[in-house]
């Protein structure tokens, strides 16, 4: 299947920082981004759709100006999480869309202290 | 009600034997149909994908589809240990993707 990467895949921050975390299709070209996030033990979250070269669309509950992302390019989403707080520490991924096929990055860590 | 139903187990069994994993929903426009294996600590991995209704085989795993039920399930022959994950099926329509909650096996050896 096609491959989808993400970086960092583990990051720790202290809070009140920003961290970027990107996602990248590596064989493919992800017209359809989406953003989940997951805590430990349960299942994942939507956050949020981006479609290439247009804004994001969040679902309800989710800050848009605390999670930015960017999909400037048909292999390149990001997220960024602004001043990042310890309730934000979970595990985020990435899932790049093409056509009727979706494939998931391998997922990013992120503990804020 | 949730539009993806899945129940979170735990599941236990022993290993060799064959494990049934189930999910309902009620949107009758999901068309796309897909079972993700992920491992702790891991993100989700794709597993089977399917449009019909119907049975979809690959290895000793089967997916089945009964879209006049709104039941899809996935079967798999001969677990092994290292099938033990959480299981989450997943469908879609136009640009609405929707996640089970995911259920968790446990194959002992």
């Known amino acids: 299947g096609a491959v989808v990467s993400q970086h960092p895949s583990w990051v720790i921050c202290k809070s009140g920082t920003s961290v970027k975390i990107e996602c990248r299709s590596l064989d493919f070209q992800a017209t359809t981004m989406f953003w989940y996030r997951q805590f430990p033990k349960q299942s994942l979250m939507l956050m949020a759709t981006s479609n290439e070269g247009s804004k994001a669309t969040y679902e309800q509950g989710v800050e848009k100006d605390k999670f930015l992302i960017n999909h400037a390019s048909l292999t390149l989403s990001t997220l960024t999480v602004t001043s990042a707080h310890p309730e934000d520490s979970s595990f985020y991924i990435c899932?790049?869309?093409?056509?009727?096929?979706?494939?998931f990055g391998p997922g990013t860590r992120l503990t804020v202290l | 009600q949730k539009e993806v139903e899945q129940d979170p187990g735990p599941l236990s069994v022993p290993e060799g034997a064959i494990v049934s994993l189930n999910c309902t929903y009620s949107n009758s426009a999901f068309q796309y149909f897909m079972w993700y294996r992920q491992y702790s600590r891991k993100g989700p991995e794709l597993l089977m994908y399917t449009y019909s209704s119907g049975n979809k085989e690959d290895g000793r795993f089967t997916a089945q589809v009964d879209k006049s039920s709104k039941y899809i399930s996935l079967f798999i022959r001969d677990s092994q240990p290292s099938d033990s994950a959480t299981y989450l099926c997943?469908?879609?329509?136009?640009?609405?993707?929707?996640f089970g909650g995911g259920t968790r096996l446990m194959v002992k050896p």
């Open positions: 997943a469908m879609f329509a136009g640009n609405m993707l929707t």
């Open positions: 899932l790049g869309r093409a056509g009727n096929e979706q494939f």
